[in-house]
């Protein structure tokens, strides 16, 4: 069975640090981009960071560019995303999600979703 | 402010069709790239329920299709039942932004 499963989440005070973890099974995880994807209480999803596949490059969005870095291992078949100099908007719920296809399109779907891990910034 | 823009919400009786509009503009629906729908139950993760925007994955009900056209796209549930209740969220990219963008999401309630 394919699947995704996010951890690390937490409480952490504005300015703080902290690293999610995404392990996946189920798939040849270093032949598909994966994003994290986040969604604050009440609100819509906002795409935050991609990592490609086997020729590792990553992306992101211009309101986390600068705080956060998106990693992956493919040998523990992992993905991460870094998180510093938190603020208070970035509480929400955190997704990992897979591509669709191998291919390397910017638009391709996100088939595959975790059960998200929930981050909170406040003092 | 969503790039792409959906009604907050639509409603429906049991057996109606709705239809849920996602707008953009030239820079991402309209430029060619594809579109796709989620839905979202309550409590739970996002489910992909169209690609590519018409293509169903398997396992996903007929009674759920989906187009585009120029800078817009749209969701159709076609018999709706009290299980469809949910958020649904369409997903494309921007050049401009060089970054996936989603909609705001709609609530699709059943009367």
């Known amino acids: 069975e394919v699947q995704l499963l996010e951890s690390g989440g937490g409480l952490v005070q504005p300015g703080g640090s902290l690293r999610l973890s995404c392990v996946a099974s189920?798939?040849?995880?270093?032949?598909?981009?994966m994003s994290w994807v986040r969604q604050a209480p009440g609100k819509g999803l906002e795409w935050v960071a991609v990592?490609?596949?086997?020729?590792?490059?990553?992306d992101y969005a211009a309101s986390v560019k600068g705080r956060f870095s998106i990693s992956r291992d493919n040998s523990k078949n992992t993905l991460f995303l870094q998180m510093d100099s938190l603020r208070a908007e970035d509480t929400a719920v955190y997704y990992c999600?897979?591509?669709?296809?191998?291919?390397?399109?910017?638009?391709?779907?996100?088939?595959?979703w975790g059960q998200g891990t929930m981050v909170t910034v406040s003092s | 402010q969503s790039v792409l823009t959906q009604p907050p919400s639509v409603s429906g009786a049991p057996g109606q069709r709705v239809t849920i509009s996602c707008i953009g503009g030239?820079?991402?629906?309209?430029?060619?790239?594809?579109v796709h729908w989620y839905q979202q139950l309550p409590g739970t993760a996002p489910k992909l329920i169209i690609e590519g925007n018409s293509n169903r994955p398997s396992g996903v009900p007929d009674r759920f299709s989906g187009s585009k056209s120029g800078t817009s796209a749209s969701l159709a549930i076609t018999g709706l039942q009290a299980e469809d209740e949910a958020v649904y969220h369409c997903h494309s990219y921007d050049r401009s932004l060089s970054a996936r963008v989603f909609g705001g999401g709609t609530k699709v309630t059943v009367l």
């Open positions: 999600a897979k591509d669709l296809s191998r291919f390397g399109v910017p638009d391709n779907a996100f088939d595959v």
């Open positions: 990592f490609s596949g086997r020729v590792g490059s990553p």
């Open positions: 030239s820079s991402n629906i309209g430029a060619g790239y594809d």
């Open positions: 189920g798939f040849t995880f270093s032949s598909y981009a």
